[in-house]
């Protein structure tokens, strides 16, 4: 649980929705304790009272903009491959089989989709929750049921939107296209990459 990331996200909706919204969706974070259930309450408390703001989009702007998670050694990677590959189906191919992108990756025209894994395929969360073996958040992972995708705009559009502008030196749009949390049968998000020499689609695997 990042405690400064809740702050920036809970100081961007007292900005818009005052400070009564923050105290009734946030509370007090500092006394917010690491116990598994006292986190779990907290997340739903959370997610239930963004999703009663009914401002999904600038809530989903929010998740994103405020993502903590950054690898700048993959973004000089990927630049690096970008740069040399002649085409955008080279170019997807290579982060799939150079294991720089751990993800399922496919191709369509210039959309980049990218499906995780399940989280039990590299560890266990150290608590208990529904999404434990699906869902790589070790917060959101703790969801006693389904919950709204605004969540997930931080580790889709978020994460993906700045590592992908970062290498490539220009804004990507990311769309979210579904999560386990929400509903999903996968956590899946499409990055429209900038255009290259390209004439090949489809799915990366042979």
């Known amino acids: 649980m990042n405690k400064e990331q809740l702050k920036k996200i809970a100081a961007d909706i007292e900005a818009k929705h005052g400070a009564d919204a923050r105290e009734r969706i946030f509370g007090n974070l500092d006394k917010l304790t690491d ?16 999703d009663e703001l009914n401002d999904s989009g600038f809530l989903m702007a929010v998740m ?17 491959i970008y740069d040399e590959s002649k ?9 799939e089989r150079g294991n720089l ?9 210039n959309i980049l989709f990218l499906t995780k894994h399940p989280f039990e395929k590299y560890g266990q969360h ?20 389904e919950i709204s995708n605004i969540f997930c705009h931080c580790c889709t559009v978020g ?3 700045k590592m992908f502008g970062n290498a490539l030196g220009t804004d990507v749009k990311v769309e979210f296209i579904e ?15 900038p255009p290259k020499n390209n004439n090949e689609a489809g799915d990366i695997h042979e």
């Open 159 to 161: 994460f993906y939107g």
């Open 64 to 80: 994103a903009k405020n993502c903590p998670c950054s690898h700048s050694d993959f973004e000089i990677i990927i630049k690096e």
């Open 179 to 193: 999560s386990i949390i929400s509903g999903g049968a996968s956590c899946k998000a499409a990055i429209h990459l």
């Open 126 to 145: 150290n608590h208990r929750g529904l999404f434990i073996k699906g869902c790589h958040c070790g917060l959101a992972s703790r969801a006693k049921k």
């Open 35 to 50: 116990d598994d259930d006292s986190v779990c309450n907290f997340f739903h408390r959370f997610i239930e009272g963004m």
């Open 87 to 95: 085409t955008l189906f080279e170019f997807a191919q290579r982060l």
């Open 101 to 109: 992108i751990e993800d399922v990756v496919s191709l369509e025209g």
